[in-house]
């Protein structure tokens, strides 16, 4: 048996799939010539010693343990160069030694025939239903029940297969036909490929740990698993009954109760230890038989005790080798089942680790809203104390609204998780005793999946600094927005803004100038406080532009004076602005990009001002142009974010909802109101700006 690892033998080792066998060459290296020579040898060693124990005046042996070397020979040799090469030296071997111990050349021909078709058959078996055993090439020992069956049914149905061939060879060499014959074979050459296999899978297992340099120790330990009492009695002990039980004992009967002594051994001792066993008691049970002694002596035909006697240390293998893999089995799983236990609580107390070190709060509840997790920071947040124990939802009875009202239960947001409902940065307030100012704690909650036994999780963390900040900065951002509406004959104007956090990227404008007044409605991309800044200093380059009248060359000079900020920030200003005429109502305007402009008549139909350039910051350079159109009396110009279109459906055919909105509709304030009733500014995603203007009818 060779011993290149092909996979692995400790006992965590996978049973699944093996690994992809190598590329076969074209030619056969030393190594693998030394191996065919090698088995060519023990295949003549075991050939000469199954040829000893020939049946008087036939041509047929009573013990064959060729027929179990000639598989190894496969199996050690699978996947190798030139696969031709192990049938013909197998053949050949075999024929050479019976035509060499005085059988007829037919005789040993089909001898050898036989004897390679059973190995084929065998090998075949094998490499189609224990791929691991295959792939393994001898290095390993059969290590799933399933395998071992396979194992077994491989060694029948070959010595079935090649029976008729025996009894031609019989019959060739000049004796009759016999059943007898058929049954020897069977039985011999079956149990010695159990037996002799699974003795050589052991060996090669323990090559290829020895080439490993394992201490002798190890390897002691590695044939008894620490168990040297358990071992001495199955391979001393045992084989010692035998011998006593055989030369005392003829009767067949009670042949059956050794039994027992390898049940004992395959459900104490690991497989490689019971293989050895069931090895001596088999060698010890046929040699005795051999000799005439033993309870299989009873039978009137040596033929038929050297077989029975064969069947018996088969089935002895089998019961054996069946428990002791099985054992095994449980072994390497319950190894498994501990080792994954000891990284599920590795992994377990790291997780609380960081779930403990975590600078948010965690809140986990089951199904049933009960506790199960809570971190310190989540009792430090929530009750003023750093505990992990939560006591119901007593923990949550200092929550309110940002309003100061009370939260109901069916709002609190881990209850809005349990009912499939995603939370996302709910702020409220937690008022924990002694305390002198309440705190504001921004909620996260998603539902756990059922498969995990449902609940919820809840993330916590403490916004109080920031929303405090952001409450300030919305305060300078409202006070840079027009504080009072102007008053200008002839035109009605109101303007409303919801930003989507504490400030936004959104601002709007109007200046009185002679003859009318200025609109602009800008929208920086993006949104916080990073927007805000940059609508601040549009703002402010606006309003240091000095010619008011020319909307146009306002907007080019505002795009140069920017042109450096926009670039280093990566973003980009859409704007509308416009000059009305109070007088005459005549709009000139100039849309960079904006494109959401509408002048609705007092029925509701709506025209679209369109953009008339691309938004500032996009291509800084050519000059602005500056569009005309005109607002009858009783119309609405009606300005607005993207953050509107994309609240109504997000393509321009939802435009035509603000026309429908504002009709109907005697001031600038009820026009303004009418467009943001149309989405939800409670929870906006993007900033929601509307600049309404009607002329006086």
Not at 118 to 143: E, I
Not at 451 to 459: D, L, P
Request: with cysteine; proline share 6%.
């Amino acid at each position: 048996m060779t011993t290149e690892p092909q996979v692995g033998e400790g006992a965590g080792a996978p049973d699944a799939a093996p690994p992809p066998l190598p590329r076969i060459r074209r030619r056969p290296s030393a190594g693998d010539l030394r191996l065919v020579l090698l088995f060519t040898l023990l295949t003549v060693a075991a050939s000469l010693l199954g040829r000893a124990t020939r049946v008087p005046d036939a041509e047929v042996s009573l013990v064959w343990p060729a027929a179990g070397v000639s598989v190894l020979w496969l199996v050690a040799r699978a996947r190798r160069p030139w696969p031709w090469l192990d049938p013909l030296a197998l053949a050949l071997s075999t024929g050479v030694v019976v035509g060499a111990t005085g059988a007829s050349l037919a005789t040993a021909v089909i001898g050898a025939l036989a004897a390679t078709v059973q190995a084929v058959v065998c090998a075949w078996v094998l490499a189609r239903r224990a791929p691991s055993v295959w792939a393994a090439r001898g290095t390993q020992q059969l290590r799933r029940v399933p395998e071992l069956w396979w194992f077994v049914l491989g060694a029948a149905l070959s010595s079935a297969v090649s029976a008729p061939l025996v009894e031609l060879a019989v019959v060739v060499g000049g004796e009759p036909w016999t059943w007898r014959t058929a049954l020897l074979w069977c039985a011999r050459n079956t149990v010695a490929i159990i037996g002799i296999g699974t003795l050589g899978f052991t060996l090669g297992a323990w090559l290829h740990r020895r080439a490993a340099r394992h201490t002798a120790q190890e390897r002691v330990e590695w044939w008894t698993e620490g168990k040297g009492a358990d071992y001495l009695a199955a391979l001393l002990l045992a084989p010692l009954l035998y011998v006593v039980w055989f030369v005392q004992v003829d009767w067949l009967a009670v042949v059956f109760p050794l039994i027992g002594l390898t049940v004992w051994a395959g459900s104490r001792l690991p497989t490689r230890s019971v293989v050895l066993h069931t090895t001596v008691c088999g060698v010890v049970a046929i040699q005795l038989t051999l000799a005439g002694s033993g309870p299989f002596s009873e039978l009137p035909d040596p033929t038929a005790q050297v077989a029975i006697a064969q069947l018996y240390v088969g089935l002895v293998t089998v019961i054996g080798l069946a428990l002791a893999i099985a054992r095994d089995e449980r072994v390497r799983l319950v190894a498994d089942l501990q080792t994954a236990r000891d990284r599920a609580q590795e992994q377990a107390t790291l997780l609380a680790t960081v779930v403990d070190t975590m600078s948010e709060g965690v809140r986990v509840v089951d199904a049933t809203g009960r506790v199960v997790v809570r971190n310190p920071t989540a009792g430090l947040l929530l009750t003023g104390r750093p505990t992990s124990q939560a006591d119901g939802d007593s923990d949550l009875a200092h929550l309110a609204r940002l309003d100061g009202s009370p939260v109901p239960d069916a709002e609190l947001p881990f209850r809005r998780a349990l009912a499939g409902e995603q939370v996302r940065d709910a702020d409220l307030l937690v008022r924990v005793p002694g305390a002198t100012e309440p705190r504001i704690v921004t909620f996260s909650a998603s539902p756990l999946p059922a498969g995990a036994g449902g609940g919820a999780v809840t993330v916590l963390r403490d916004v109080t600094v920031e929303r405090t900040e952001l409450r300030r900065a919305a305060q300078v951002q409202a006070s840079l927005l027009p504080s009072r509406v102007l008053d200008v004959p002839g035109l009605d104007l109101a303007a409303r803004f919801v930003p989507a956090g504490s400030v936004g990227g959104d601002f709007y404008d109007w200046q009185a100038v002679t003859d009318g007044l200025v609109v602009t409605l800008a929208d920086v991309m993006g949104k916080g406080p990073a927007a805000a800044i940059l609508a601040a200093t549009t703002r402010s380059v606006l309003h240091a532009q000095p010619a008011l009248h020319d909307v146009a060359g306002t907007l080019v000079a505002t795009e140069r004076a920017m042109t450096a900020d926009l670039a280093n920030a990566g973003a980009f200003v859409t704007m509308f602005r416009a000059f009305v005429d109070a007088a005459d109502g005549q709009v000139s305007y100039t849309d960079a990009g904006h494109g959401l402009s509408l002048i609705v008549g007092e029925d509701g139909t709506a025209r679209r001002l369109s953009a008339t350039g691309l938004p500032l910051g996009i291509a800084p350079g050519p000059d602005r142009v500056t569009a005309r159109a005109r607002l009858a009396p009783g119309e609405l110009l009606v300005t607005f974010s993207d953050g509107v279109l994309d609240a109504l459906g997000g393509s321009l055919g939802d435009l035509d909802q603000v026309g429908h909105a504002v009709r109907g509709t005697r001031t600038a304030e009820q026009a303004a109101d009418a467009v943001l009733s149309l989405v939800d500014p409670r929870h906006p995603a993007d900033d929601l700006t509307v600049v309404a203007l009607r002329r006086a009818a």
